[in-house]
């Protein structure tokens, strides 16, 4: 019997992933830029082949509650992110310390990464709640509020609401990766660290920093990822408003698909949004490919 | 080497207690309202210890009696069940030859083939999602646990692969060799050989695997619009919109939603956290 070579079996064993990758993602993602270039309606499926060139696009590009998303994303990206690394990075350090309870205060932080994210979204609406919820009652009860808020009804504060539910939700996970990095920091480093006469701050800075710069900024990147594609947590605490003040691009593109019925005008802010990831991931990619050289 | 000042101490545990407290206190205010008369709960000022305790919140989802809400309810948990288990097995049987593939036999274009398969599952569900329901309504396919399963296994495929890919590179390769030699062929290599050794992360995979399942929502809201396969994210942002505001309801819904993947997490936390870090960290 022949023995197949190497490389013939490699790919055969690849075959079934390649099958599905290219089925459920490729394909589609091809006929998304197709979409993009027609006049496309989610029910009348004829209007599929209406090519209207680059109409969409300049229209997305034009669209000013198209553009204030964009703003929304980037603020709650920036802001929701930035807390969770900085979070993330000060639990470890103290999960990293010696004290009673630590096992399972390294067991609560589990909580809310295995909490579902649409039950999270609804817990916090519930929290946030005008008439009846418990931040109001909790603030006016210490006395930091005077009276009752609509914490998600008032624009100025329901993205940042939404984005606080987000970081409670997220910053454990910076805080494990974070963590799994400094038990790998040998304690004979600190120690001589510390009999060359370091104090805190050059400790954090010349022995822990080194150790976890490359870990935290995998996590920053691929929270920024995942962040950037914000939808459930948008859905189930405020549907965009008030007013779109938490309307973020992929809300966006599922309105003007879903609600509005436009496939085609919804293909291109898509196009627009993957060109964004696709930036974010190959910075991703980039990071996990040094590691892998330097591991 | 940690002699610390007894200000230090001090310190360390106020700041311990602080972060439990904000770990915990969500949650159980949620099991609270869960538990809770919305008489107690619309009382002004809110008074945090029910005056009554009662669990008819979970017997109404739970205690069927033909109720609508017990039917939605269980039959949510259901199709959330049947998806999330059929697209694990599924995209394990797949990733394992994969990820297996791209350890032992490297190669050029395998090694970019990996970045893509990682992309894949990093890219926005919007870039793909109007082709995808355009597919699914003319295979007739909307509304069934089969769509589901389908785009699932287009996002679990490529992450579990490279899970198992960066464990597998953790196995000694001679221990392939010798049943080559005897003329094994690869498959059966992976299936006695490899897997045995890699089972610990195996688990690791299919747990992530099943927590990704269970928590999608966004696929399972636009492909499902009845009971015959709404997910029980939708079924519980379906609660939470309702006209209807009944606080300790929806409260127990998420509860409910929440105890399994809670449940893995913990039975299998070491698994949960060493899938956590080679999923986010290693190349």
């Not at chain 1, 984005?163 to 409670?168: E, G, K, T």
């Not at chain 1, 805080?175 to 400790?203: K, P, V």
């Not at chain 2, 360390?12 to 915990?24: E, N, Q, T």
Request: with cysteine; net charge positive.
């Amino acid at each position: 019997m022949t023995q197949m070579s190497k490389t013939t079996v490699a790919w055969y064993l690849l075959a079934p992933m390649m099958i599905i990758i290219v089925g459920v993602a490729g394909y589609p993602l091809i006929k998304t830029v197709y979409f993009s270039f027609t006049a496309a309606h989610l029910v009348s499926p004829d209007t599929s082949d209406q090519w209207v060139g680059l109409t969409n696009f300049l229209k997305a590009l034009g669209n000013a509650k198209f553009r204030s998303s964009i703003g929304n994303t980037v603020y709650f990206v920036v802001f929701s992110v930035s807390a969770e690394i900085l979070l993330g990075v000060l639990v470890a350090l103290l999960l990293n310390q010696e004290f009673h309870g630590r096992t399972l205060l390294r067991a609560l932080v589990i909580l809310p990464l295995a909490l579902p994210t649409v039950v999270n979204a609804m817990m916090w609406r519930l929290i946030y709640g005008p008439d009846f919820g418990a931040l109001n009652a909790l603030l006016t009860q210490v006395g930091l509020l005077a009276e009752y808020r609509s914490w998600l009804g008032d624009p100025s504060s329901a993205l940042t609401m939404v984005a606080l539910a987000d970081i409670w939700k997220n910053f454990p996970l910076v805080a494990l990766i974070t963590l799994a990095a400094l038990q790998t920091i040998s304690r004979d480093h600190l120690e001589a660290a510390l009999l060359d006469g370091a104090n805190a701050w050059q400790r954090f800075w010349h022995v822990v920093f080194p150790a976890i710069v490359a870990p935290v900024s995998v996590a920053l990147v691929l929270r920024t990822i995942e962040a950037f594609k914000v939808f459930d947590i948008i859905y189930v605490m405020t549907r965009g408003g008030p007013a779109s003040s938490t309307k973020t691009v992929s809300f966006h593109v599922y309105q003007e698909a879903f609600a509005y019925m436009r496939v085609g005008s919804g293909a291109s802010y898509a196009l627009i949004v993957v060109l964004i990831s696709a930036a974010l991931i190959a910075v991703y990619l980039k990071l996990l490919q040094r590691q892998g050289e330097t591991a | 080497m940690t002699r610390r000042s007894p200000s230090q101490t001090i310190m360390i545990y106020s700041l311990a207690l602080l972060l439990g407290a904000v770990l915990l206190a969500p949650v159980l205010w949620l099991f609270i309202m869960s538990v809770s008369s919305t008489r107690d709960l619309t009382a002004l000022p809110l008074t945090w210890i029910p005056e009554t305790i009662s669990l008819e919140n979970y017997a109404k989802l739970l205690g069927g009696g033909g109720s609508t809400v017990a039917e939605s309810f269980l039959t949510a948990l259901r199709n959330s069940l049947i998806v999330a288990l059929s697209a694990t097995a599924i995209s394990l049987a797949v990733a394992v030859p994969a990820a297996y593939s791209f350890s032992r036999l490297p190669g050029r274009r395998r090694k970019s083939l990996l970045f893509v398969a990682i992309a894949t599952f990093m890219m926005p569900p919007v870039a793909i999602v109007l082709p995808l329901y355009a597919m699914m309504g003319e295979l007739g396919l909307l509304n069934t646990h089969l769509s589901l399963i389908l785009v699932y296994c287009g996002i679990l495929v490529p992450f579990t692969t490279w899970l198992l890919k960066s464990n597998f590179d953790g196995i000694p390769m001679d221990l392939d060799e010798a049943p080559i030699i005897d003329g094994a062929n690869r498959l059966q290599v992976i299936w006695h050989v490899t897997l045995p050794i890699a089972k610990p992360a195996l688990g690791a995979a299919a747990l992530m695997a099943v927590l990704m399942a269970w928590d999608e929502f966004f696929y399972a809201l636009l492909f499902t619009n009845d009971i015959r396969a709404k997910t029980l994210p939708v079924a519980i942002a379906d609660f939470a919109a309702g006209r209807v505001a009944d606080y300790g309801l929806i409260s127990a819904a998420g509860i409910l939603a929440t105890i399994p993947p809670v449940a893995l997490a913990y039975f299998l936390q070491k698994s949960l956290v060493s899938g956590l870090m080679s999923g986010s960290v290693k190349g």
